[in-house]
C-alpha cells in the first residue's frame, strides 16, 4: 500500500486553502441550479449557457478534490516553533547576492509559494539549494537565466 505523503505548510496557507474549499462549497448549488436553468431553456446541444456551467461545475469539482486531498496531508509547521543553525521548512533566510545586495525568502510551502513577496516552496530551485545550509554557506543556483551564487547571512524563525 502507499504511503500519503505529507505536504507542510504554514497556518496561514492552511486557512487560506480551508476558506477557498468553504467558497467553492457555496458556490456548487449556484452552479446546479444553473445548469438546472440552462436544461429548461431545451436543446442542449446548442445551449451555451448549460455548457459553460458545465465546464465550471467540473472546474469546482476538481478544485475541491484537489483542495481537500492537500487539506487532509497537511503538516501545519509553526516556524516560531522551530530552532537552530540551518535552514529548513518555515525558515526566514537572508542572503546577500554577487552584488552584496540583500535578499529575504520564507521556506514555504507549494501552495503558499510567492517569489515576489519573499515566499519560495522547498522544492523549489533555490528552496531545495537552501535547504540544510547554514549561515556563511555558499550557495549556487541554477535558474533560468543562469547561474546565481549567494552567501547565508542570517537564518530567522519568524
Known sequence: MATV????MLQEGYDRLTVHLKQLKVERPQIIDAIEEARAHGDLSENAEYHAA???QGQIEASIADIEDKLSRAQVIDP???SGDKVVFGATVTLLDEDDKTVVYQIVGQTEADAKSGRISYNSPMGR?????????????TVP???RYYQISKIEFI
Open 80 to 82: 516560531r516553533d522551530l
Open 129 to 141: 539549494a537552501l535547504i540544510g545550509r547554514k549561515v556563511d554557506d555558499d550557495v549556487e543556483v
Open 54 to 56: 458545465k465546464e465550471r
Open 145 to 147: 537565466s543562469g547561474d
Open 5 to 8: 505523503e505529507k505536504m507542510p
